[in-house]
T-cell receptor, first 117, second 112 residues
Framework: AQKVTQAQTEISVVEKEDVTLDCVYETRDTTYYLFWYKQPPSGELVFLIR??????QNEISGRYSWNFQKSTSSFNFTITASQVVDSAVYFCALSPFYGGATNKLIFGTGTLLAVQP | NAGVTQTPKFRVLKTGQSMTLLCAQDMNHEYMYWYRQDPGMGLRLIHYSVGEGTTAKGEVPDGYNVSRLKKQNFLLGLESAAPSQTSVYFC???????????FGQGTRLTVV
């Protein structure tokens, strides 16, 4: 069974602070993909990143970075020097890699990030 | 580029009424999903489809039915609406479950 846990329900930071959003996952599959999506106050869901289970290298994109650790089943997301525009709900998600009718994309419960000016 | 379009955007139903939510995508994606979003519950998968003519149950399928008669459309039906089905519904599509999913704007459904 697949499961994604985002233990942090809400986080509040002051602008320019660094913040890390935690994601812990469970799967029996050896090959899988992990995702992060952003949902700003306007409501749409925006794809941020995809990472496969064979690639544990950290990834950095501007102020965003992701730390994937298979040993702890975690895929954490860090925002450096946060800005008010980063305020949103962030979702972590998991999907197996192989084809078949049992493939499905499962989301965590999300973390609401509020960045105060 | 339309992407994923959901119809309607808002709806109020009385308990016991039925309705169908339509999701249309123009990206020739194989996979389509219906999720519901409730406070503190995140996005929960209702039903999904891995191709035209196929459907499968997700995490919370009870009270809903789906059909995928055409590749570009994925319909979500509520046969007898209940207040517990008050939620925001999102449709999504993707090439496969492990590729980027594109989401519709959401449908806010209230059952009174």
């Amino acid at each position: 069974a697949q499961k994604v846990t985002q233990a942090q329900t809400e986080i509040s930071v002051v602008e320019k602070e660094d913040v890390t959003l935690d994601c812990v996952y469970e799967t029996r599959d050896t090959t899988y993909y992990l995702f992060w999506y952003k949902q700003p106050p306007s409501g749409e869901l925006v794809f941020l990143i995809r990472r496969n289970s064979f690639d544990e290298q950290n990834e950095i994109s501007g102020r965003y970075s992701w730390n994937f650790q298979k040993s702890t089943s975690s895929f954490n997301f860090t925002i450096t020097a946060s800005q008010v525009v980063d305020s949103a709900v962030y979702f972590c998600a998991l999907s197996p890699f192989y084809g078949g009718a049992t493939n499905k994309l499962i989301f965590g419960t999300g973390t609401l990030l509020a960045v105060q000016p | 580029n339309a992407g994923v379009t959901q119809t309607p955007k808002f709806r109020v139903l009385k308990t016991g009424q039925s309705m169908t939510l339509l999701c249309a995508q123009d990206m020739n994606h194989e996979y389509m999903y219906w999720y519901r979003q409730d406070p503190g519950m995140g996005l929960r998968l209702i039903h999904y489809s891995v191709g035209e003519g196929t459907t499968a149950k997700g995490e919370v399928p009870d009270g809903y039915n789906v059909s995928r008669l055409k590749k570009q459309n994925f319909l979500l039906g509520l046969e007898s609406a209940a207040p517990s089905q008050t939620s925001v519904y999102f449709c999504a599509s993707s090439w496969d479950s492990y590729t980027e999913a594109f989401f519709g704007q959401g449908t806010r459904l209230t059952v009174v």
